[in-house]
T-cell receptor, first 114, second 114 residues
């Protein structure tokens, strides 16, 4: 079915290593988002992109970078992982950005930094 | 900078009973959205209610919105075991200009016992 595909589904990573979380959507949505979900803190926005070629910082952007070379892909990179980045990461999309529209989510990447 | 707060944090009911969960928010909104998250999965959009609407229905779901009290409620009627999930409310907030992003509550964990 159409939607958002995230990869990998889970990963254990040594501190200091880099990693890219992949996100692909096939709905031709303009806007895409990266969240992290932590117990007691809820969903927090890391970075977003309202359209291909543009990105913006969310609530917790430090230690993360994103790119949006085309409409479908929105990878999230951790340049040098730290244990506090242990979390579940969700990619989401919406038809347009900037209007608070409903979002479609992938099933997440569970990342453990040791 | 949490906008929405759901209560109760956890709710346990028997199959066939109704489940009500509430969301309070802090600032003016143009819409409020409810999402469901099954264990180990991404969030799924359930229903959006606009600020000029007071009540909205979708199948067994009924959502109300009281902008004077800055609160919303989600009612699930005739609950089923498959309704067991976490439920989140989300509201758009303005990050600058006309740029709106969703901000999320911490969710209500619903357990429907067979």
């Amino acid at each position: 079915t159409a939607g958002i595909t995230q990869a990998p589904t889970s990963q254990i990573l040594a501190a200091g290593r880099s990693m890219t979380l992949r996100c692909t959507q096939d709905m031709r949505h303009n806007a895409m988002y990266w969240y992290r979900q932590d117990l007691g803190l809820g969903l927090r926005l890391i970075h977003y992109s309202n359209t291909a070629g543009t990105t913006g910082k969310g609530e917790v952007p430090d230690g993360y970078s994103v790119s949006r070379a085309n409409t479908d892909d929105f990878p999230l990179t951790l340049a040098s992982a730290v244990p506090s980045q242990t979390s579940v990461y969700f990619c989401a999309s919406s038809e347009t950005g900037g209007r608070g529209q409903p979002q479609h989510f992938g099933d997440g990447t569970r990342l453990s930094i040791l | 900078s949490q906008q929405g707060e759901e209560d109760p944090q956890a709710l346990s009911i028997q199959e066939g009973e109704n489940a009500t969960m509430n969301c309070s928010y802090k600032t003016s909104i143009n819409n409020l959205q409810w999402y469901r998250q099954n264990s180990g999965r991404g969030l799924v959009h359930l229903i959006l209610i606009r600020s000029n609407e007071r009540e909205k229905h979708s199948g067994r779901l009924r959502v109300t919105l009281d902008t004077s009290k800055k609160s919303s409620s989600l009612l699930i009627t005739a609950s089923r075991a498959a309704d067991t999930a976490s439920y989140f409310c989300a509201t758009p907030y303005t990050t600058g200009g006309n740029n709106r992003k969703l901000i999320w509550g911490l969710g209500t964990s619903l357990a429907v016992n067979p």
